[in-house]
């Protein structure tokens, strides 16, 4: 089975913080995504990587950054967390040529005080 | 941006009964998957539908795909307390990636 992990379940930081966020999976896939989970906006797609040291924005990159040295290692950056980054944070994977669907992590809530 | 749109927001059954949900999309499609989310946790893949699909089974999901309509549906029949979630549409592209669009979701209440 896949699995992908996320370093925290739960996260506490101040606003000002730097914040990392890890997810790592064992299947070798090479795409990985990062996403942000808010109620009544749905999913939302902050970066992406399509193999190591590629990354590519999403829809909401803004105040994030990402780092994808190894295959399975795909990081988010909160380079100076705000309290509007509070949020629960989802990471997926999925191989490029096969099925489309998209294997996730348990997520991490975060929390921005 | 948001491509794919749930419909109903919330919907409540009876144990027992069966559930349909909505999802509709504006812009052509690879293909449309259905996602589960038990509360507080990560996403589930149920069922993956292609555009050039009309109609795909998985135990007891049935999807339909309308692309002239632009619209999928999934249906759960016998509903079980189990099935308690929020259920997800998405979205991948006719482009090279396998990017996927997430609606809003649809909450489902299974009353025992």
């Known amino acids: 089975d896949v699995k992908v992990t996320q370093s925290s379940r739960y996260l506490v930081k101040r606003t000002g913080e730097k914040v990392f966020l890890e997810c790592v999976q064992d299947?070798?896939?090479?795409?990985m995504f990062w996403y942000r989970q808010d109620p009544g906006l749905g999913l939302r797609l902050i970066y992406f990587?399509?193999?190591?040291?590629?990354?590519e924005k999403g829809d909401i990159p803004e105040g994030y950054s990402v780092s994808r040295e190894k295959k399975e290692r795909f990081s988010l950056i909160l380079e100076s967390a705000s309290t509007n980054q509070t949020s629960m944070y989802l990471c997926?994977?999925?191989?490029?040529?096969?099925?489309?669907?998209?294997?996730f992590g348990p997520g991490t809530r975060l929390t921005v005080t | 941006s948001q491509q794919g749109e749930e419909d109903p927001q919330a919907l409540s059954i009876q144990e027992g009964e069966n559930a349909t949900m909505n999802c509709s999309y504006k812009?052509?499609?690879?293909?449309l998957q259905w996602y589960r989310q038990n509360s507080g946790r990560g996403l589930v893949h149920l069922i993956l539908?292609?555009?050039?699909?009309r109609e795909k089974h998985s135990g007891r999901l049935r999807v339909t795909l309308d692309t002239s309509k632009k619209s999928s549906s999934l249906l759960i029949t016998a509903s079980r307390a189990a099935d308690t979630a929020s259920y997800f549409c998405?979205?991948?592209?006719?482009?090279?990636?396998?990017?996927?669009?997430f609606g809003k979701g649809i909450t489902l209440s299974v009353r025992p």
């Open positions: 299947m070798d896939h090479e795409n």
């Open positions: 990587s399509y193999d190591v040291k590629m990354k």
């Open positions: 998405a979205t991948s592209g006719t482009g090279a990636n396998s990017k996927l669009t």
């Open positions: 539908i292609r555009s050039n699909e």
């Open positions: 997926a994977s999925n191989h490029p040529l096969k099925s489309g669907e998209q294997y």
């Open positions: 812009t052509s499609i690879n293909n």
